[in-house]
């Protein structure tokens, strides 16, 4: 699962190496500080692979952090409070993701709005 909040982008995905928990992983360690911060769980970096830096939680506490991301929803633009939250690079790369999912538009939807 590819999760993009205020805080940053991080995938999370079973874990073959540590029993119960999800592997979360970033390819930069802000985006999995706050994550680290509420379930106590350290932040460890790898080498060798795409995400360099990953911590395991429960699906538990995992769900939790997502339920709290969804309450503080008090913005109308997310790419705005990107910008506002992690700064023009991180915010121009969030852009980039939503232009290329621009690509996977259906049919139904092409020719109305933003697509006509």
């Known amino acids: 699962m590819w999760v993009f909040t205020q805080d940053g982008f991080i995938s999370a995905v079973d874990n073959g190496y540590v ?3 999800l592997a979360v992983r970033a390819r930069d360690k802000q985006s999995l500080q706050l994550l680290s911060t509420v379930t106590g769980e350290e932040i460890i970096k790898l080498t060798h692979t ?9 699906k ?3 769900t939790e ?3 709290t991301h969804v309450e503080d929803i008090d913005y109308k633009n997310f790419k705005d409070r990107v910008y506002t939250s992690r700064g023009k690079d991180f915010a121009g790369a969030c852009g980039n993701v ?4 621009l690509d996977v538009t259906d ?10």
């Open 60 to 62: 538990e506490q995992f």
């Open 98 to 101: 939503w232009d290329a999912m």
């Open 107 to 116: 049919a139904e939807a092409r020719g109305i709005g933003l697509y006509s």
């Open 50 to 58: 795409d995400y360099p830096y990953r911590t395991h939680v429960t």
């Open 65 to 67: 952090f997502l339920a």
């Open 19 to 21: 029993p119960g928990k």
